[in-house]
């Protein structure tokens, strides 16, 4: 029905950037609200950030000022650019998307199958 692919994780030095995308592809009519989550190993998922279709924003404390979330509509892709980065940013970071698919009357809580972000000291 709806599939989230992400892409752009990988292995960074402490202090250095990634940018990490999501494109979102199916039986979508529109999409509501777009985020970044993230799971480090032992811990529960969190949310690190989520923008609304009108481009609304909301971080984590632990982000703020170091990540960027923005998206494309005509796209339906989601980013997320991340620059300072820290040790404690490692985790396994899933996208997701609060989808209204093409029938008009269904909405789907949607999850990529994540992408391993790892940052040195």
């Known amino acids: 029905q709806v599939q989230l692919v992400e892409s752009g994780g990988g292995l960074v030095q402490a202090g250095g950037s990634l940018r990490l995308s999501c494109a979102a592809s199916g039986s979508i009519f529109s999409i509501n609200i777009m985020g970044w989550y993230r799971q480090a190993p032992g811990k529960q998922r969190e949310l690190v950030a989520g923008i609304s279709y009108g481009g609304g924003t909301n971080y984590a404390d632990s982000v703020k000022g170091r990540f960027t979330i923005s998206r494309d509509n005509a796209k339906n892709t989601v980013y997320l650019q991340m620059n300072s980065l820290k040790p404690e940013d490692t985790a396994v970071y899933y996208c997701?998307?609060?989808?209204?698919?093409?029938?008009?009357?269904?909405?789907?809580?949607?999850w990529g199958q994540g992408t391993q972000v790892t940052v040195s000291s």
């Open positions: 997701n998307a609060q989808v209204l698919t093409n029938n008009g009357l269904t909405w789907l809580n949607s």
